[in-house]
């Protein structure tokens, strides 16, 4: 069962912001970590830009773990796109974002436009690791300390209270899904798989900071509002490193479970 949300989403919840603060008339050039991951990122951000209207000029893959992305950067300089695109996520996102600013993308004019990098995903964490780097970025996130909603918050005091320091996105996933998991086997009566994914499919939930919720039961695939966010130009604490742009709901980010294929298979084997 995925507490978190997909590529897919991401995109979508990315291009009504792209469109209103880039405009449609982009080129974009993709630096891609190559793995599973990393091909539907892309995939999913290059639907979701070129529905825009955007050219894609170019889509280089890299290495998991590369370090040194400069040979990778070096051609995005005379490639004529605007808008560099990282689907990274983790150090190598850290190291290729700072890689970039380093090399003046940031601060260049292509095309009559400023140049823009975008990271369509990432938590507070490679915010962190970003430093400086990561303002003014956009991209998304499962969730976010600051929200106000009272389950967040909830969550964000004993948290804090037992950590001394606010809890991270995939925080809220491991808590969420502990909670998700025992409701599962109290509704279940029992500890027995089959019975626990039985309670935990098209089950419904509200009030875990991610407004109304639901485990759909076709492909287990958690459907909750997702966030757009910023790299925080003006942070109050090293903590205070996203700013929320859009709150996207479930209904936009909701699909037809078979346009990715499989299947779960049988409760037991």
Request: net charge negative.
């Amino acid at each position: 069962f995925r507490h978190f949300f997909n590529a897919y989403m991401s995109g979508v919840a990315l291009g009504p912001v792209l469109k209103e603060e880039l405009g449609t008339d982009r080129r974009a050039y993709h630096l891609t970590a190559d793995y599973t991951w990393g091909w539907t990122q892309e995939e999913s951000i290059r639907n979701t830009t070129e529905g825009l209207g955007w050219k894609t000029v170019a889509a280089v893959k890299t290495p998991v773990g590369a370090g040194d992305f400069s040979q990778y950067i070096t051609p995005v300089l005379n490639s004529g796109a605007d808008v560099l695109i990282l689907n990274h996520y983790g150090k190598d996102m850290i190291n290729s974002l700072t890689q970039a600013v380093q090399f003046g993308l940031r601060d260049k004019q292509v095309n009559g436009k400023q140049f823009e990098i975008i990271v369509p995903l990432f938590s507070r964490l490679m915010a962190q690791g970003a430093g400086d780097n990561i303002k003014g970025i956009l991209g998304t996130t499962a969730w976010n300390w600051s929200l106000q909603d009272a389950g967040s918050q909830a969550f964000v005091k004993s948290f804090g209270q037992e950590y001394g320091f606010p809890p991270s996105q995939a925080a809220h996933t491991c808590y969420c899904q502990a909670l998700l998991y025992a409701n599962a086997c109290e509704m279940a009566g029992t500890f027995y798989p089959p019975e626990v994914i039985k309670a935990l499919e098209g089950f419904e939930f509200d009030g875990m900071g991610n407004g109304p919720t639901l485990y759909r039961a076709e492909d287990h695939q958690c459907f909750k509002t997702a966030l757009v966010v910023r790299g925080n130009n003006n942070p109050t604490s090293q903590f205070d490193l996203l700013e929320i742009v859009k709150e996207v709901p479930r209904e936009a980010l909701t699909y037809d479970w078979k346009i990715f294929g499989g299947e779960l298979g049988p409760y037991k084997v």
